[in-house]
C-alpha cells in the first residue's frame, strides 16, 4: 500500500495494522474445481488466478464439446479431465473435483448448480445468480437441501481496497453514511463483436443486459461497505442501436434505497466508453473508487479538510475470491456472500427493471430471505 499524500495522525491511525485477509484460517488441503463454461473470462481470468494458489486447483473443464474441453486440458497442467455438458449432468468422473465453478450464460447457472448440489459438491457461481429471481431461489434450495456450500461471486468483497474502505467507514471516518453515486460502463461491442451474442439475448441473460451485467456491481459494492439491504427502487431505461432492441437497458440510470436511510444513484450502460467509479458520500467525509470496477482499483479519502490517495499493492481480484472460496470450503467456516445474499440482489435487479418499464417506485421485501 503506498500513501499518495501524508495522511493526518488521526486519518493515519485507521492505517495502521489494518490486515485485509481477515478471512484467513490457512486451513489443510486443496479443493479441486471443475470449470464449468470455457469462455474468455474463464480462460484469460479465471485458469491464470487459480494456478498459482495453495487451496485451490482446477482439475476439471466443462464445456459444450469435447473439443473444447481437451484443448484446457492440453494446455493446463492440473486440468486432468474435459467433460461435455451432458457428460457432467451425468456425473462423469465426480471425485475427481471437490466444487464447480459456474461461467455459462446466466440462464444456465441452475441446472450446473443443481447437478453440482446432487452430486454433493461445493458451489462457486458467477453473479448474477441466475436470469430471474425465482431461478435464484431455487439454486438457493437445491444447495441448501443437499448442504453444500454456495458463494456467488462478488470479487470486490474480497479486493483489498474494498474491505479497507468497508473498515474505514465502520471507524466512522467519512461520518454517518448519507449516499452512493456509482457508475458501470463499457463498449460490449468492442469487446465480444457479435450483436448475436447471449447478453443481447433475454432468454440467456434475464431481465437486461446493463444494470444485470454492470450496475450489480455498485449495488453489491454498496451493500457490502454499508452492511445494508435495499428497500425501494426507481430506474430510467433506453435502447436505441439495433444490437439492444431485445433488451430495454442500453442506458440506465437508477436509485436504490437501503434500510440504513442511504441512497445509491447509478448508472450502467454496455454501449459506452468504459469507466467505474462508486462514491460514498457521508457527514464528515467521503470515499472514492475510482476506478472500481474493472479488475483495477484506487481509494481516495477526503475526511476533515484532508484528502489522502491509497493504492494497495495490486492483486489479482480473481485470486482472491477463489482463495477465499476454498479457505471456507476447507474450514467449514461461514460464507459471505452465500446464495441468501445474492439472492437480495436478484429481488433488487428484479425492482429495477419492473421501475424502468412502469415507471413506478418499487418496494422490495427482503426481510424474508435475511
Known sequence: MTNKTEPTVGLGRTLEG??????????DGTVRVALIGIGWWTSEMVIPAISDLEHCEATVAVSSSTEKAQGVVDDVESVEHGL??????DGE??????????CTPNAYHLEYAETAADLGKAVFCEKPMEATAERAAAMVDACEEADVPLLVGYRMQTEPLVRYARELIRAGVIGEPVSAIGNNSQTLLDIFDDPTQWRLDPELTG???SVMDLGIY???????????DPVSAQATMTSSHDAFEDVPDERSAFTVAFDDGTILTATSSQNAHASTSLRIVGTEG????????HMETELRIESGGDTITLEFEQVDQMSEVFAYFADRVLSGDEIEPDGVHGLVDMEALRAIYEAGETGETIELDVESYL
Request: charged share 25%; hydrophobic share 40%.
Open 84 to 89: 461435455t455438458y451432458d457428460e457432467f449432468h
Open 218 to 228: 455498485p449495488i453489491n459494492t454498496v451493500r457490502f461497505l454499508l452492511e445494508a
Open 18 to 27: 489494518y490486515e485485509y485477509r481477515d478471512w484467513e484460517t490457512d486451513p
Open 286 to 293: 467521503e470515499l472514492l473508487l475510482e476506478p472500481a470496477f
Open 207 to 209: 431481465y437486461g443486459t
Open 93 to 102: 468422473v465426480a471425485d475427481a473435483y471437490d466444487a464447480v465453478y459456474i
